[in-house]
């Protein structure tokens, strides 16, 4: 084991953070946004909205993330219109399409949780809301939108988890992020235990502190869950002592 | 259309033979899986403390790191850790393992944390009663294991292990990084030497779609079979 390296290029490494980050938080927004979108569209009552909305959910959930980077970084230069229209100047940044296909990506992800958000809140409280006189954007934003953020709340954690190992692949289209630094310095020192404990602490660093955040988030949201999950913890562990 | 036909002109064969290869790695992946994560959940439900945190830190530390890391650190690391355990037994050569292995041992180990979670899951979801009661007709563990708890495992599992498939079948595309002949790899090398990668890139999409949809149909038939005799409300 060389402690000195792993010491040495354990700045380099983290250097690669940032675009990490850039990348996960980004598509996040904006796959936030368009999630919002698609939920919405996909709860329609009209069909002719709802179908386009879940085969989008449905393509993007059955094909792998590599292909659908591949296919907007690679796939898209073969057509002339591409390349001649406005959009080249982005669609030729890898960083660009590693975003969007991000997006793409996260945005049918977080869609069927919003979606699930959004079915779970008791249809009495609808009624109950409508009954004291809320209706349309009211009706959202105090009633639907907090109840079904907390339900969806542990699920897009696990999104958000996702996402930041989802960016590693985005050393496949060259960018240089925690992996891809990590795989430049394996390829040059031959020293792949040791680069590996170095990216992969530091994506255990990260993904320790985001779903601790969310942790925090939902027991602010909900202090009523504290008691629940404690007893829950407690009825495991007599379980698993039991067994 | 002419590039995707079969013979020497185009590269339907070789895209159908890719998708098996990715169907077979995946399969293998998938299978050792469930065999450490049956593991996993076991250590889970210890009831040691310090094995019940083995099983929690493997499920934690695999669940956070990127597959693709994993890949690379067997990759590059695998023929130097096999070569360092075989000189203890006097063999100096040089050894390495084919890409196939190391895709199915990285996403294998990915997977295991995956199942592990379900499988405990589903222990858990079985009545201690029935444990019990099973006691008291007086099954000994290994009787009692095999008649009680795994047929209704499995039958709990059954959806969760369903989920954990589409994923591992979905990161297979990932060996491609280290040469294994998959979809992936193949369409890269057919984009590469027809010019036309969105073709190729799409044909790719196009398989996962039908590996994830027939699978999908599978495991719904499987959990039909493994309910059969539960009623529903």
């Not at chain 1, 250097?15 to 936030?32: E, V």
């Not at chain 1, 960018?175 to 020293?191: K, M, P, Q, S, Y």
């Not at chain 1, 680069?195 to 255990?204: D, E, K, N, R």
């Not at chain 2, 899951?121 to 708890?149: N, S």
Request: charged fraction near 15%; glycine fraction near 8%.
């Amino acid at each position: 084991m060389d402690f000195a390296l792993m010491w040495e290029s354990l700045p380099k490494v983290l250097a690669g953070a940032g675009m990490t980050f850039q990348l996960t938080f980004a598509a996040l927004a904006l796959g936030f946004v368009l999630a919002c979108l698609i939920a919405s569209a996909s709860l329609s009552k009209s069909k002719l909205i709802s179908v386009p909305a879940d085969t989008y959910v449905y393509l993007f959930r059955s094909t792998p993330l590599l292909v659908q980077i591949f296919l907007i970084y690679y796939g898209l230069g073969q057509f002339q219109d591409v390349r001649s229209s406005i959009f080249w100047p982005f669609l030729r940044e890898p960083f660009a399409c590693a975003v969007l296909a991000l997006t793409l990506n996260t945005g049918a992800y977080t869609a069927e949780i919003i979606k699930g958000g959004i079915r779970s809140v008791p249809w009495g409280q609808v009624e109950a809301a409508r009954a004291c006189g809320m209706s349309g954007l009211l009706l959202y934003r105090r009633i639907l939108f907090p109840i079904a953020f907390r339900q969806a709340l542990p699920g897009y954690g696990n999104e958000i988890i996702l996402m930041i190992k989802a960016s590693s692949l985005a050393s496949t289209i060259t960018l240089l992020e925690i992996t891809g630094i990590a795989r430049v310095i394996i390829a040059d020192t031959f020293r792949p235990v040791e680069l590996f404990i170095v990216a992969g602490s530091i994506y255990l660093a990260i993904n320790a502190v985001l779903s601790r955040g969310v942790r925090m988030l939902e027991l602010h949201l909900s202090p009523q869950l504290k008691d629940t999950l404690d007893t829950e913890q407690q009825r495991q562990r007599t379980a698993v002592i039991a067994r | 259309m002419e590039l995707l036909s079969f013979g020497d002109k185009g590269w339907g064969d070789e895209m159908v033979r890719a998708a098996l290869m990715t169907l077979a790695v995946a399969t293998a992946s998938f299978a050792l899986g469930l065999v450490l994560g049956s593991g996993v959940a076991a250590l889970r439900l210890a009831r040691s403390s310090a094995l019940r945190g083995i099983g929690e830190t493997y499920t934690t530390v695999l669940r956070a790191i990127p597959d693709l890391l994993i890949i690379y650190l067997l990759f590059f690391g695998s023929s130097q850790a096999m070569q360092w355990v075989a000189g203890w037994f006097g063999y100096h050569g040089y050894l390495e393992l084919s890409p196939f292995m190391i895709g199915t041992i990285a996403i294998g180990f990915v997977s295991a944390a995956f199942s592990g979670e379900v499988i405990r899951g589903a222990v858990q979801a079985v009545p201690r009663g029935q444990i019990e009661a099973a006691k008291a007709c007086g099954m000994p563990t290994w009787l009692r294991f095999r008649r009680i708890l795994v047929p209704q495992v499995a039958r709990y599992a059954l959806p969760g292990l369903g989920n954990v498939w589409q994923v591992t079948l979905k990161e297979t595309s990932l060996i491609s990084v280290v040469g294994l002949v998959e979809i992936m790899r193949q369409a890269s090398v057919a984009a590469g030497s027809t010019r036309q990668p969105f073709t190729f890139y799409a044909v790719a999409a196009v398989l996962y779609l039908v590996l994830t949809a027939g699978s999908n149909r599978m495991f719904g038939l499987a959990d039909r079979w493994a309910n059969r005799g539960v009623r529903r409300a």
